[in-house]
């Protein structure tokens, strides 16, 4: 067998486009452009296709283990929006988990900087998630599962990573990092995911592939 070294470079984000912005500010837009009422305490969003590998239902029921006033931004459309819909009616949770639809992309920065934590709660079929990094672009912490590059990417000050299809775990998860340093977070994907970064490190890839 030969022995073969296998280089592997991540996905990158505009650290351009997805910065940190005013909060307070970006919460108001928020309100006026969805026409939707934000938590004083603690406001989640998941950005991406309503699909059942995504593992969003068990998103959905970690709402009931959170405080009354939780609100989670579901911002994406797909096959699982009617089923989604009909769990968040059978929970009681109506007020508590809203549906924005499709967002353009260039409105996700403003989007995303109204929040307080990010949740990608896959449970199969994920692989390097672009709107992980965006979101950590902008300081979100990260609450994520074991599929995909959640473990490789998600450090203890960056987030946290959970078991897949465990509402509790994925609420203490929530509770754990809702408050994390996001300046930390955001030099972490600044120094690590940024295009600049990531552009580097293909050309060092190619490089070495040349001089063999």
């Given at each position: 067998?030969?022995?073969?070294?296998?280089?592997?470079?991540?996905?990158?984000?505009?650290?351009?486009?997805?910065?940190?912005?005013?909060?307070?500010?970006?919460?108001?837009?928020?309100?006026?452009?969805?026409?939707?009422?934000?938590?004083?305490?603690?406001?989640?969003?998941?950005?991406?296709?309503?699909?059942?590998?995504?593992?969003?239902?068990?998103?959905?029921?970690?709402?009931?283990?959170?405080?009354?006033?939780?609100?989670?931004?579901?911002?994406?459309?797909?096959?699982?929006?009617?089923?989604?819909?009909?769990?968040?009616?059978k929970l009681?949770?109506?007020?508590?988990?809203?549906?924005?639809?499709?967002?353009?992309?260039?409105?996700?920065?403003?989007?995303?900087?109204?929040?307080?934590?990010?949740?990608?709660?896959?449970?199969?079929?994920?692989?390097?998630?672009?709107?992980?990094?965006?979101?950590?672009?902008?300081?979100?912490?990260?609450?994520?599962?074991?599929?995909?590059?959640?473990?490789?990417?998600?450090?203890?000050?960056?987030?946290?990573?959970?078991?897949?299809?465990?509402?509790?775990?994925?609420?203490?998860?929530?509770?754990?990092?809702?408050?994390?340093?996001?300046?930390?977070?955001?030099?972490?994907?600044?120094?690590?995911?940024?295009?600049?970064?990531?552009?580097?490190?293909v050309y060092d890839l190619?490089?070495?592939?040349?001089?063999?």
């Amino acid at each position: 067998m030969i022995n073969k070294k296998i280089n592997v470079v991540p996905n990158g984000v505009n650290t351009n486009q997805f910065r940190p912005l005013n909060k307070e500010e970006q919460r108001k837009w928020v309100e006026n452009y969805f026409g939707v009422c934000l938590s004083s305490e603690l406001n989640i969003i998941n950005v991406g296709r309503l699909s059942q590998e995504k593992g969003l239902r068990y998103l959905v029921k970690s709402v009931a283990y959170l405080t009354p006033t939780t609100r989670l931004f579901l911002a994406g459309d797909g096959p699982e929006k009617k089923e989604l819909k009909k769990l968040v009616g059978k929970l009681e949770l109506d007020n508590n988990v809203i549906f924005l639809g499709k967002i353009a992309h260039e409105k996700l920065p403003e989007l995303l900087n109204a929040m307080d934590v990010f949740v990608l709660p896959a449970i199969s079929m994920e692989g390097f998630s672009n709107s992980m990094l965006e979101a950590m672009a902008c300081g979100l912490p990260i609450v994520t599962t074991p599929i995909g590059a959640g473990p490789e990417v998600i450090k203890e000050e960056i987030g946290v990573v959970v078991e897949t299809k465990n509402p509790k775990k994925m609420a203490d998860g929530i509770i754990k990092c809702r408050n994390l340093d996001r300046k930390k977070i955001r030099e972490y994907v600044v120094e690590n995911f940024s295009f600049g970064v990531v552009a580097n490190l293909v050309y060092d890839l190619y490089i070495v592939c040349w001089a063999v």
